[in-house]
């Protein structure tokens, strides 16, 4: 499955970017993304996160038959594989172009290096030596593979234990964690991958691109360096011719980032160390910041807790009081009181006296009231009506009809 292309404002728009010393992700052009290392139960396992970047790697070793040309020396392997979880574009049990150049950069930067002291890897000259096999699997790809394959694989290098062996005679006898403390690996230097990517044909370069800067750059420059300013291995890909000036340039930088990742790599490997000693917790699980695999990725943060019964009492003192007062109340009858205009109350009332039309008076007039009575007969429960009609002292507004309903004992 193909990669989806990039449209032409995307890519417009990345360009621009770039032009303006702006990046997608906030950095500056020299900032490297945060660099994750964490290693696994097993000696010679970790897991490298550059930004959304993710690699595993593995260290592993048997004893094997030496090569004929160097019988005193161990074998060193490496293998990078590029699993279609990481992205779609990557094939299954497909050898393309970005694998291969991968490989070989990762064997140029580790084995041509002589990093490691292959001649202590040799139990038998010639007989009988260690190969170290390194598998490096691609988790998740969000661009700059080169830098964070390099960085886990001298990572699991340094973190790694072979057994040891014991020699009496023709037998070999090897001793397993329980029975004797593995030996470490001797690794003279630690050599790091910096990448530079190239815009607008040599003019622009940022460091650590990511994957949408890599569909965009115009070349790749990968220098392998360590905390001596040695180089190691010098790399140099597209269409683009690189000045002395600018490989000076990028060489200095590259200084800088590999002493800096250097201390994280060392950093790392105490912390692992002295959890290990202490018999802590230690793994990737520990990793996870609240052991449950939903929060992830979620880092904590601080709550802030209030009060509730302070947060009502606030609430209280900032309501205002209504700006229009309620009416008292008026005393109608004994038992009864009416507040506000009032309106007409049909309770009590047949369905037929429901239907009759209500009287209201618009006349204006004294502020006295008239009180009409009206006696109902036995079949209608001796219900007796009071129509209250009160005229509006000096205002020419419907008088308000109240029914007071009471029930009479004959």
């Not at 292959?118 to 593979?145: A, F, M, P, Y």
Request: proline share 4%.
């Amino acid at each position: 499955m193909r990669d989806t292309p990039l449209s032409n404002c995307e890519r417009r728009f990345l360009l621009k970017a770039v032009e303006e010393k702006k990046r997608l992700d906030g950095r500056q052009t020299y900032d490297y993304r945060n660099i994750k290392i964490t290693f696994g139960t097993d000696y010679g396992c970790c897991i490298v996160e550059l930004g959304r970047t993710r690699v595993l790697c593995q260290v592993s070793c048997e004893l094997v038959p030496p090569k004929d040309s160097r019988p005193t020396e161990g074998i060193m392997f490496f293998n990078l594989e590029l699993s279609p979880m990481a992205s779609p574009a990557f094939e299954p049990n497909r050898q393309s172009e970005l694998l291969v150049m991968l490989n070989r950069q990762l064997e140029r930067c580790l084995r041509n290096s002589k990093c490691i002291d292959t001649e202590s890897l040799c139990v038998v000259s010639g007989e009988k030596v260690w190969q170290i096999r390194v598998d490096v699997h691609v988790l998740n790809h969000d661009g700059n593979l080169m830098d964070a394959a390099s960085i886990a694989a001298i990572s699991a290098l340094s973190h790694f234990r072979r057994p040891d062996v014991a020699i009496q005679g023709r037998d070999i006898t090897v001793f397993s964690p329980e029975e004797r403390d593995p030996i470490p690996l001797s690794i003279y230097h630690m050599p790091i991958c910096v990448s530079f990517a190239f815009f607008l044909q040599g003019s622009y370069l940022l460091v650590d691109p990511c994957e949408r800067e890599e569909r965009v750059k115009d070349g790749l420059l990968v220098i392998a360096m360590n905390k001596h300013r040695e180089i190691c291995s010098i790399q140099s890909s597209g269409g683009i011719m690189l000045l002395k000036d600018q490989v000076l340039r990028c060489s200095k930088i590259a200084s800088v980032k590999v002493s800096e990742i250097t201390e994280l790599i060392n950093k790392a490997l105490e912390n692992d160390r002295k959890i290990r000693k202490e018999g802590g917790k230690f793994g990737f699980a520990e990793s996870m910041p609240k052991e449950r695999i939903t929060a992830l990725k979620r880092d904590e943060a601080p709550v802030e807790m209030t009060d509730v019964q302070e947060t009502a009492n606030e609430i209280v003192n900032r309501t205002e009081t209504p700006t229009e007062a309620v009416s008292s109340p008026v005393l109608v009858a004994m038992g009864t009181a009416q507040v506000g205009e009032g309106i007409v109350n049909s309770w009590g009332l047949d369905e037929d006296e429901e239907d009759e039309p209500q009287t209201e008076d618009t006349k204006t007039g004294s502020s006295n009231c008239k009180h009409t009575l009206y006696i109902c007969s036995e079949k209608k429960k001796r219900l007796c009506v009071v129509q209250i009609f009160c005229m509006l002292q000096g205002l020419n507004v419907t008088t308000r009809i109240v029914k007071l309903k009471f029930l009479c004992r004959g």
